[in-house]
């Protein structure tokens, strides 16, 4: 008999926050998709002239998070004024954004800590409604599997 399962996006629930300016709880509503990419490579192969492989093993949590939302949605309102703040802020401010992502039913959480935008988001004009995707940095992205 086949093995089945099941994901649904409404079971994920994640929580974007920045110190002085607040946080927003993400359930589905707004948002088209998100992911979550890390960036370093974590192994890399060094061939000598004789064909001999040193293999490094490399440390990093670095990537990114990004979040495509409606273009009317709250999700996209409270990111746009999330940019706009951390943008004005002193410098200090600018890396203080953190997102914890929970997929209960897949066993699954990311903690991102230390999060910058990429840049603000292009805003689209057009006879139907669109997606803004936002694109956040973050030094630290722990996966963990529960």
């Not at 994901?7 to 088209?32: M, R």
């Not at 903690?111 to 630290?140: H, T």
Request: glycine content about 8%; aromatic content about 10%.
């Amino acid at each position: 008999m086949p093995t089945v399962s099941t994901y649904s996006f409404t079971d994920v629930n994640a929580t974007i926050s920045c110190p002085g300016y607040g946080s927003f709880s993400i359930q589905g509503e707004g948002v088209g998709e998100m992911n979550v990419s890390k960036t370093t490579d974590r192994s890399v192969h060094d061939v000598a002239a004789d064909g001999s492989v040193m293999v490094s093993k490399i440390a990093g949590n670095n990537g990114s998070v990004t979040i495509n939302a409606q273009q009317t949605s709250a999700l996209h309102a409270f990111l746009q004024g999330l940019f706009n703040y951390c943008w004005q802020a002193d410098t200090s401010v600018w890396t203080t954004i953190s997102m914890t992502i929970e997929a209960p039913k897949m066993g699954k959480t990311d903690y991102c800590s230390g999060g910058s935008f990429v840049k603000e988001a292009d805003e689209p004009f057009q006879s139907q409604g669109q997606r803004v995707s936002w694109q956040i940095l973050f030094a630290d992205i722990q996966r963990i599997q529960l």
